[in-house]
């Protein structure tokens, strides 16, 4: 099913709070207007951002058909050229074997925007804890999967690279749309992402 998300964010602590230490993000089925369920969505725009460095979550991730878990990046301030950084995202026609890594970079020529998107596919069962890991250079984006190497982005590829200001973290679990390629399922109600904890070096200038 493609076309709008069907969950509604809410600041509600259904959706968002600490339970044993670890941070959860969780989706409930309660309609609200076109929504099907209540979901929750943090970012740290305003309060931390990150230019260059390396970023680890170490986080598990709900499955089901329709739902959309992310941990991503976008800038502080947008502008052309922008860039998304997508270090995992998630939906149900992978079956839990796999998740996502992609960059998207949106240019205008001639007054018509021009959207690219680089997607790295990467085996895992995101049903389990995982360490997903960002490291961000003036020149390349590495992303790792518990410590391994799994994608290189550089910045030859990617022309013009916009990943060169400050960018803010996202982590939300959305329902339908993209989410949706594969079905929905609002039988399968509560979702949650859980996350341990969130970690950043910045790069020390050579």
């Known amino acids: 099913m493609r076309g709008k998300e069907l969950e509604y964010y809410t600041n509600s602590r259904e959706n968002v709070h600490i339970k044993s230490g670890k941070l959860i993000i969780k989706a409930i089925e309660k309609q609200k207007g076109n929504a099907l369920c209540t979901s929750g969505r943090i970012h740290t725009q305003g309060k931390v951002s990150f230019l260059y460095g390396k970023l680890e979550i170490k986080a598990k991730c709900p499955t ?30 992978w079956k839990a074997k796999k998740y996502q890594i992609n960059i998207h970079i949106e240019t205008n020529k001639n007054g018509e925007k021009n959207r690219k998107t680089y997607p790295k596919m990467v085996e895992a069962n995101v049903n389990q804890y995982h360490i997903y890991t960002l490291e961000w250079y003036k020149d390349k984006l590495k992303f790792f999967l518990d410590h391994k190497l799994c994608y290189e982005f550089n910045k030859e590829i990617g022309k013009p690279w916009p990943f060169n200001k400050p960018y803010y973290l996202i982590l939300n ?26 970690k950043y070096y910045k790069l020390i200038e050579q």
């Open 173 to 198: 679990v959305a329902y339908g749309a993209w989410g949706g390629t594969c079905g929905i399922d609002n039988s399968s109600f509560p979702h949650e992402m859980k996350v341990d904890w969130i």
């Open 64 to 93: 089901g058909k329709g739902i959309w878990p992310a941990i991503w990046m976008i800038p502080e301030k947008w502008s052309l050229p922008f860039g998304e950084i997508d270090i995992m995202e998630y939906i149900d026609c």
